[in-house]
């Protein structure tokens, strides 16, 4: 049975940064998709990065966020840095066994497992 497990929200500031974690269990990584998704009040879950033979990012975070695995401990982090009231949302962590990842719209369904999700809201 896979487990994720976020951890690493709070509320912070506009400009300020955050790491969130996504600490897996029941299955290494290594041959997994892990992506991050997020969702808002009222708007529908959508997804923000992804690593898995390649690393993909949502358009309003690319220079901004970043999504790195650490093979060791098992781990996905999201570096989020220049953080906006826009980026308020509950994130999410998904992980499903493919070679390659991808976060376009409609693609939750491509991911397995799921965590509890970890609430980032950011206001000044």
């Known amino acids: 049975q896979v487990q994720l497990v976020e951890s690493g929200g709070g509320l912070v500031q506009p400009g300020d940064s955050l790491r969130l974690s996504c600490v897996a269990s029941g299955t290494s990584l290594d041959t997994y998709a892990v992506a991050w998704f997020r969702q808002a009040p009222g708007k529908e879950r959508e997804g923000v990065a992804c690593?898995?033979?390649?690393?993909k990012y949502e358009d309003s975070v690319k220079g901004r966020f970043t999504i790195s695995k650490d093979g060791a401990e098992n781990t996905v982090y999201l570096q989020m840095n220049d953080l906006k009231p826009e980026d308020t949302a509950v994130y999410y962590c998904?992980?499903?066994?493919?070679?390659?990842?991808?976060?376009?719209?409609?693609?939750?369904?491509?991911?397995?497992?799921w965590g509890q999700g970890t609430q980032v809201t950011v206001s000044a």
């Open positions: 998904a992980a499903s066994p493919l070679p390659l990842c991808t976060v376009v719209p409609g693609s939750t369904g491509l991911y397995d497992y």
């Open positions: 690593v898995s033979g390649n690393t």
